[in-house]
Nanobody, 120 residues
Framework: QVQLVETGGGLVQAGGSLRLSCAGP????????MAWYRQPPGKERELVAE???????RYADDVKGRFTISRANANNAVYLQMLSLKSEDTALYYC??????????????GGQGTQVTVSS
């Protein structure tokens, strides 16, 4: 089963920054809408940021202006740059596709997640 691999999580102080990376097969990164989700302790999984294949981006209200999603087709990767981190950003962060096009239409891919812990 094709998987995406997230890296870059860790422990950081409030106000700090982290950059998460999501690596996957070339055709997945190029042909799918890519999204970052997170699941805080004891809460439901929620969408953090998404970039579709046309480059349109959208963000959860509480991360706007602090987080940036980007895609690097040459590196087969999607990134989530996180600035001004808060304790409430503590969560397990997942990378996944959110709809694929062309030859991958109907398929979905995801990763195991990377833990982000923000200390106050």
């Amino acid at each position: 089963q094709v998987q995406l691999v997230e890296t870059g999580g860790g422990l950081v102080q409030a106000g700090g920054s982290l950059r998460l990376s999501c690596a996957g097969p070339t055709n997945v990164i190029r042909l799918c809408n890519m999204a970052w989700y997170r699941q805080p302790p004891g809460k439901e999984r929620e969408l953090v940021a998404e970039e579709n294949v046309d480059g349109y981006r959208r963000y959860a209200d509480d991360v706007k202006g602090r987080f940036t999603i980007s895609r690097a087709n040459a590196n087969n990767a999607v990134y989530l740059q996180m600035l001004s981190l808060k304790s409430e950003d503590t969560a397990l962060y997942y990378c996944s596709t959110d709809g694929c096009t062309r030859s991958l239409r109907g398929r979905s891919y995801g990763g195991q997640g990377t833990q982000v812990t923000v200390s106050s």
